[in-house]
């Protein structure tokens, strides 16, 4: 008897459950669990004050990146605020075994740039964190998702998860995509197109020939932003590109353990004549480079295009935010700031690409260009690489690895009133400081921004005839 087609995501959600409360959610194992100085505290506070243990400590990595500064790392922290959630999970992680990548130490940086790079992201496996882009992960075929306080608490206790089953999704892209489009461009026009509720109560699968052929770095890009539509988390099936990208790193298996997992991996990928709750299909042709002009990422814009005429009163209200009105031309904002970083664009990959375009060419004057790598071991490729003196000579202040401007929990926020190109994931009022007013992009929009010291979208075809 043939069994029932299945997708990816009931594959590795199937082989995770636990237990089914009847009438209500289901048990979830979870393989591993990433936890950061900022949303970890309150959860061992929880469980100590009930005298509950730590479950399974050697399925916890921590590290420190969210609130941490990023210049002088090797001296003490002066702000008060991230000096105690800093020694707070060092102290938590050392009374309860559990391993901590903390400032100094060459595996440290923001949590979903060094899981992956480290080989602790694995396809078919479940992984949580109490920070919502934890569905940058899902770019293995993971069921990766973020959890508030409470379940981290959960996680801690039991290694588990109650939750109901989100529904499927299947996001179809075909077609070759046009110059200079990235990653980052493909997940800011799809939500641009579907809006920032389609996904919710989903998990997100994306699939043809796009995302087929696309890089590691690239996928991760792609499901990090998923979230940002609402799903629950996204997935890429696991393909030759994963395991090429797996083999070899640090914690990956090794030996006869990797040939009993790629077998296993060889398996996950959605059966033919699967059925999704929701699908959706793009043409790759359509897809021009993005760039956010409103306060979610939902309301962007091909690069050529000018600021749209608002429709409702949220649009009104977000234009009147970012100083902006409708029919403006994007080269005229006042663009003084660029900032490439992010659990979203901070992988080696992002900074070659801006090193290729800024190689030999300065920034613009009136531009303040913030690169900020997103682990050590971006760092330690950055100077191999010779992209440190590149950056330095074009006028890009370099910082250590943290999530920085991304979030402004630290000492990296763009001034009040003013715009800056990011290439971080969100651009909600406030998000990289208050009043700031942050414009999405890919790493390379970011990099012909702050050499041309404004967006322009000429410049970025003068690029796509030299490449």
């Not at 493909?186 to 641009?192: D, E, G, H, R």
């Not at 962007?300 to 009104?316: E, G, R, S, Y």
Request: hydrophobic residues 35%; contains cysteine; glycine residues 8%.
């Amino acid at each position: 008897m043939n069994k029932q087609p299945r997708t990816l995501f009931d594959k590795v959600w199937d082989s995770h459950v636990v237990d089914t409360i009847e009438n209500g959610p289901q048990i979830l194992y979870i393989d591993k669990h990433l936890i950061h100085e900022v949303t970890s505290p309150q959860a061992f506070d929880e469980l100590r004050s009930r005298e509950i243990p730590i479950f399974r400590p050697k399925q916890i990595l921590a590290t420190v990146d969210h609130n941490v500064p990023t210049t002088n790392q090797d001296k003490p922290i002066v702000d008060p605020n991230s000096k105690l959630q800093v020694d707070q999970l060092l102290l938590n992680c050392q009374k309860n075994n559990i391993t901590l990548y903390q400032l100094g130490h060459p595996y440290q940086g923001i949590v979903h740039i060094i899981a992956p790079e480290l080989g602790l992201t694995l396809p078919g496996t479940t992984m949580v964190c109490g920070d919502s882009h934890t569905s940058t992960h899902g770019a293995f075929g993971s069921i990766a998702f973020g959890i508030g306080t409470s379940q981290v608490a959960q996680v801690f206790a039991s290694q588990c998860v109650l939750m109901n089953k989100p529904k499927s999704m299947r996001i179809t892209v075909n077609g070759k995509l046009n110059p200079n489009v990235q990653a980052k461009d493909v997940i800011l026009y799809i939500i641009s197109e579907l809006g920032t509720d389609v996904g919710t109560g989903y998990f997100c699968e994306y699939a043809g020939e796009v995302f087929q052929n696309m890089s590691m770095e690239a996928r991760m890009t792609v499901c990090n932003m998923s979230i940002e539509m609402g799903a629950r988390g996204g997935m890429i099936a696991p393909d030759q590109v994963t395991y090429d990208y797996l083999k070899d790193k640090t914690f990956s298996p090794k030996a006869q353990q990797w040939d009993n997992k790629l077998a296993y991996w060889k398996t996950l990928p959605t059966d033919k004549d699967a059925i999704f709750d929701k699908e959706y299909f793009f043409d790759a042709t359509k897809i021009h480079p993005m760039i956010t002009y409103g306060t979610n990422p939902s309301m962007a814009i091909n690069i050529h295009q000018k600021v749209p005429m608002p429709l409702d009163t949220t649009q009104a209200k977000a234009l009147d935010y970012m100083g902006l009105k409708g029919g403006e031309s994007l080269d005229s904002i006042g663009v003084n700031y660029v900032f490439i970083g992010s659990c979203t664009n901070a992988r080696i990959e992002d900074f070659r690409t801006v090193a290729s375009y800024i190689k030999g060419k300065q920034i613009a004057s009136n531009i303040k260009a913030l690169i900020v790598p997103g682990s050590q071991q971006v760092v330690k490729q950055i100077q191999q690489e010779g992209l440190e003196e590149i950056f330095h000579q074009a006028g890009f202040k370099i910082r250590q690895p943290g999530c920085s401007a991304c979030l402004a929990m630290n000492d990296d926020k763009i001034p009040s009133g003013e715009y800056c190109v990011s290439t971080s994931n969100r651009n909600f009022e406030g998000r990289q400081g208050q009043g700031a007013r942050t414009l999405l992009a890919s790493p390379l929009t970011a990099a012909i921004v702050a050499v041309e010291g404004k967006i322009s979208y000429h410049n970025l075809q003068q690029h796509a005839s030299t490449n």
